[in-house]
């Protein structure tokens, strides 16, 4: 089916017919097995569930001080889950396809710590762009940072260069 151009992949054994716009809950739904309820999606995985577009192979997840794992586990769906502690777990953010979903803007400034560069600055500018992340919110959660915090100064350099090519 997705060689006769019938479906698109999601996530390993999750497709979707090319003319079915895709919701939220739908991108959500396809992580929700490998989500443990203690623990909040961010990072790229969390923009993705956002906004669409590509859907990335590592899943940041997000607890309580005292989560953290040194290497990821491969979800038997082909995710690698890697978990972290951070301000994610404490804040609302959304519950969709039964987990928790950290906000946009939250998802952009841990894909700033957290994932690759090269990947995370164009899903951050393009999430802007679709109007799903807004800077000002960013700009906020980026001066509350504790500057010692474990990829604090990688997260606020990178979106010092996001917000100089902003308007």
């Known amino acids: 089916m997705i060689r006769d151009g019938i479906v698109v992949p999601l996530a390993p054994g999750f497709a979707a017919p090319l003319d079915l716009p895709l919701t939220k809950d739908d991108r959500a739904s396809t992580l ?25 192979i590592d899943v940041d997840l997000v607890g309580l001080k005292g989560l953290h794992r040194t290497s990821p586990d491969v979800h038997p769906r082909g ?12 804040e609302t953010g959304e519950r969709l396809s039964g987990m928790r979903v950290a906000t946009p803007e939250r998802c952009a400034c841990d894909a700033l710590r ?16 679709q109007g799903f992340v807004q800077p000002s ?31």
């Open 114 to 129: 957290w994932d690759d560069l090269d990947t995370a600055i164009p899903s951050i500018v393009g999430a802007i762009h």
């Open 32 to 56: 929700a097995n490998a989500v443990p309820e203690h623990t909040v999606v961010s990072g790229l995985a969390g923009l993705w569930i956002h906004g669409g577009g590509t859907r990335p």
């Open 79 to 90: 995710w690698r889950v890697r978990f972290h502690s951070g301000r994610a777990a404490e």
């Open 137 to 167: 919110s960013v700009d906020a959660l980026v001066g509350e940072t504790n500057p010692r915090g474990l990829g604090a100064s990688r997260m606020t350099s990178a979106w010092a260069a996001i917000r100089a090519s902003i308007p």
